[in-house]
């Protein structure tokens, strides 16, 4: 993931079971408007299904300068070559994926709502800390719910890049946006807007526009 400039990037996450068509999908999200990352999340997918997912997603991200990242896989990571991996709490080490995946890999930590957590993935070496959930979501169940608040503190007192994540769509985008967030992770807002992941992109893209 590039270091985050001033303004707020998007950060798309995969559906829990990407489709057949799914890389048609993610070429036509990319295409849509800028994206900064994209993480292949196959919660319970068998390790061949996952595999065989990143290698015709990879080289879509790759064409269109967006990072590569591979939720809570660091050994699969390592093995595909991609630009980092996502670790939810008791997912992996950060250590251990950082001795895997070498030092110029992108390693994020799911915070929830903890200021502890994300101080403490930040000593280990994590590239950048994700809060959340910030809304209800439909793509995994939460019990976390931080005050936007928390992003603001954070990126006052730290320079690594936080992620806000969870229930995000572009109306409720903004109150994260305005409190410092240096990504938005998405998901639901463009794999199921009405009229196709492409105009869920634009609808978020022109909320993050200064």
């Given at each position: ?9 998007l950060?798309l ?17 990319l ?137 995000i ?12 967030a ?29």
């Amino acid at each position: 993931m590039p270091d985050a400039p001033p303004g707020c990037q998007l950060y798309l996450i995969s559906p829990p079971d990407p489709a057949d068509d799914f890389p048609e999908r993610l070429a036509r999200a990319l295409d849509a408007g800028p994206v900064a990352a994209f993480q292949l999340r196959m919660k319970g997918a068998d390790d061949a299904a996952i595999v065989a997912m990143a290698e015709r997603l990879m080289p879509i991200c790759a064409d269109r300068g967006c990072a590569f990242i591979l939720n809570d896989r660091a050994d699969l990571a390592a093995q595909l070559g991609t630009d980092g991996v996502h670790l939810g709490q008791g997912d992996g080490d950060i250590a251990r994926a950082r001795a895997l995946l070498g030092r110029d890999a992108q390693i994020g930590a799911s915070c929830h709502d903890s200021r502890h957590l994300a101080m403490e993935a930040g000593e280990a070496g994590a590239d950048y800390v994700a809060f959340g959930a910030f809304y209800p979501s439909d793509t995994k169940e939460t019990t976390h719910r931080p005050d936007p608040e928390i992003l603001t503190w954070w990126t006052t007192m730290f320079v690594l890049p936080c992620v806000a994540i969870g229930g995000i769509t572009a109306e409720d985008a903004k109150p994260l946006v305005d409190a410092g967030a240096d990504f938005l992770a998405v998901s639901s807002a463009v794999w199921n807007h009405p009229e196709g992941e492409a105009a869920g992109v634009e609808a978020l893209t022109a909320v993050l526009k200064p």
